[in-house]
């Protein structure tokens, strides 16, 4: 059996680099100096006073926190004139418009927020990122998120090519501020249903992206999945890749809580939250993005927000770990390395591999519709709960698909989407009854 040896926490995420670091990457690391995950919400108001209310109860909670400007939809596709006017007719927006607020305001915003170990993240979406990348540089901040893939096939119709061209020079403008920081939405592709093996190899080749295109600091995320054992896994490989592929630059690793169907019950979403900060203690994890009981019924406001926070930092803080090495049951390195090794071999010009990988089927995304995807590999939960591969296309990778089991069918999608939702939710409706049955024994 193989056994992957972990780096020790505070070597590969936060070990002394050259590069000078800006406020968020020095706000983490003082995290992991303190031996507290980070923990973020994803917040964004177009409202000046709701979100300085929301930014200063993040910056006040009870947990090492840093805040989040979530972009709007109008902005992450370009149209600020929009923007504009909604905010002007005083129309609501799903988030900051922060080319149509301007810098200035931004700025008056933020600035009295950041230091003190506190730091702010742009969060948009946008596969042509460079005017929120102007605005947020412009008012003094200097981490976001993104890339030319995991900003491109999920959330837009823009081609593949086009993108990878609009983030390197997006890219290229980021990282000639001093300090800047940037992470990598390729662990969450989809946000479910992508084996890990995929996930972790996109995190770490948008990595290899930012490098070659001049940024120092940088992120790389992993979103939980659906079985324990294979994420804390994952999580292990996306550090060891990480050390092989981005030696000499500043990283660290950033977990999502489930991004899937949330459960319905409080007991059960609070399980699923606490279940994802001990993934990020015992596999060294740095920073972690929060998700509220409140998802499955509502946009969760500041005060959920701000209780996540603190349930997240209080679920870490009475965790063992981090674990020093585990068995290699599901084969996550292997098929991330052979993943990224195939794509790098195509072109020294990461971008130019990235696209030319998924033009060749050597990157394929399962149930991911854009038309740059070739859309033939498949997924399913297998009887433990992990995801494995049903059909593997033209990636370098084999597919175990499950004895007798043939095509996938739409019930089949269905079962696997509300698998998680359904397995913390029925393990709190069942504590909750053996609850009232010992309260009803005691009495």
């Known amino acids: 059996m193989t056994v992957v040896e972990r780096p020790v926490?505070?070597?590969?995420?936060?070990?002394?680099?050259?590069?000078?670091?800006?406020?968020?990457?020095?706000?983490v690391a003082e995290g992991v100096r303190a031996g507290e995950l980070v923990v973020q919400p994803r917040m964004g108001f177009a409202d000046l006073p709701r979100m300085r209310e929301g930014m200063h109860a993040?910056?006040?909670?009870?947990?090492?926190?840093?805040?989040?400007?979530?972009?709007?939809?109008?902005?992450?596709?370009?149209?600020?004139?929009?923007?504009?006017?909604?905010?002007?007719?005083g129309t609501d927006l799903n988030g900051y418009p922060i080319v149509a607020h301007g810098p200035v305001v931004t700025r008056e915003l933020t600035a009295p927020l950041t230091g003190s170990g506190f730091a702010i993240q742009v969060r948009h979406g946008s596969a042509n990122p460079h005017r929120i990348i102007e605005a947020l540089l412009d008012a003094g901040l200097d981490a976001t998120e993104g890339g030319p893939v995991s900003y491109c096939l999920p959330y837009s119709r823009t081609p593949l090519d086009d993108s990878v061209n609009a983030w390197a020079r997006s890219c290229e403008l980021l990282a000639s501020r001093p300090g800047t920081h940037l992470e990598s939405f390729g662990g969450c592709m989809l946000g479910?249903?992508?084996?890990?093996?995929?996930?972790?190899?996109?995190?770490?080749?948008?990595?290899?992206?930012?490098?070659?295109?001049?940024?120092?600091?940088?992120?790389?995320?992993?979103?939980?999945?659906?079985?324990?054992?294979?994420?804390?896994?994952?999580?292990?490989?996306?550090?060891?890749?990480?050390?092989?592929?981005?030696?000499?630059?500043?990283?660290?690793?950033?977990?999502?809580?489930?991004?899937?169907?949330?459960?319905?019950?409080?007991?059960?979403?609070?399980?699923?939250?606490?279940?994802?900060?001990?993934?990020?203690?015992?596999?060294?994890?740095?920073?972690?993005i929060v998700k509220t009981p409140a998802e499955a019924h509502r946009i969760p406001t500041i005060g959920d927000n701000v209780r996540a926070l603190e349930e997240a930092a209080l679920a870490a803080a009475g965790c063992d770990g981090p674990v020093a090495a585990v068995d290699q049951e599901f084969g996550v390195l292997a098929e991330a390395r052979a993943l990224v090794e195939a794509v790098l071999e195509l072109h020294p010009d990461t971008g130019r591999a990235l696209a030319g990988a998924f033009r060749r089927g050597l990157l394929d995304v399962p149930y991911c519709l854009h038309a740059d995807n070739a859309n033939r590999s498949r997924s399913y939960i297998d009887t433990r709960g992990a995801l494995q591969w049903h059909s593997t296309g033209a990636m370098p990778l084999r597919a175990t698909p499950a004895p007798g089991q043939g095509r996938l069918r739409a019930d089949d999608l269905l079962g696997m989407l509300s698998y998680t939702q359904e397995s913390f939710d029925r393990a709190a409706l069942g504590e909750r009854r053996h609850a009232v049955e010992r309260h009803q024994a005691s009495g």
């Open 9 to 27: 926490r505070h070597s590969p995420g936060v070990r002394p680099v050259t590069t000078e670091k800006g406020t968020f990457a020095t706000a």
């Open 58 to 89: 993040v910056k006040e909670a009870r947990a090492r926190t840093v805040g989040t400007l979530t972009i709007d939809s109008y902005t992450r596709v370009g149209d600020n004139e929009s923007a504009r006017r909604a905010l002007a007719d």
């Open 192 to 288: 479910q249903l992508c084996p890990p093996g995929l996930l972790v190899a996109l995190s770490v080749l948008e990595g290899v992206f930012f490098r070659q295109r001049g940024l120092r600091s940088v992120s790389l995320s992993y979103a939980q999945q659906t079985h324990h054992a294979q994420d804390v896994e994952a999580l292990l490989a996306l550090r060891t890749l990480a050390g092989e592929f981005l030696g000499g630059i500043d990283w660290h690793v950033v977990l999502y809580t489930y991004m899937g169907v949330f459960p319905r019950t409080t007991e059960g979403a609070l399980g699923l939250l606490r279940e994802s900060a001990r993934l990020a203690v015992i596999t060294g994890t740095e920073r972690m």
